[in-house]
């Protein structure tokens, strides 16, 4: 059964940092793309960031040198570092694990920036 489980969400003010972790199991974590999206109300989800197999990296043109991605393949996690949060990041961030004909997705966890 795979299970990407997010963790780290929450409420900051602008200019805060949030780190989130998703944990992944079910899956041979290091042959995946490793990606986290993000979902505000009313619109539709879109990609933050992933990681490749290889470790290539892709941005969100919004999200280029604030966020940080990062994988560790020893700990089957994937983890993306937020800093000078803004108040359009607020969204529901999901984590996803890719291969070319499969795509797992953890339940989400909520990003509030407010002060």
């Known amino acids: 059964q795979v299970q990407l489980v997010e963790s780290g969400g929450g409420l900051v003010q602008p200019g805060g940092s949030l780190r989130l972790s998703c944990a992944a199991s079910?899956?041979?974590?290091?042959?995946?793309?490793m990606g986290w999206y993000r979902q505000a109300p009313g619109k539709q989800r879109e990609l933050v960031a992933k990681?490749?197999?290889?470790?290539?990296?892709n941005y969100a043109d919004s999200v280029k040198g604030r966020f940080t991605i990062s994988r560790d393949n020893a700990k089957n996690t994937v983890y993306l570092q937020m800093n000078s949060l803004q108040p359009e990041d607020t969204a529901v961030y999901y984590c996803?694990?890719?291969?070319?004909?499969?795509?797992?997705w953890g339940q989400g966890t909520q990003v509030t920036v407010s002060s």
């Open positions: 996803n694990a890719q291969r070319p004909t499969v795509n797992f």
């Open positions: 079910g899956i041979i974590f290091n042959i995946y793309t």
């Open positions: 990681v490749g197999r290889s470790g290539s990296i």
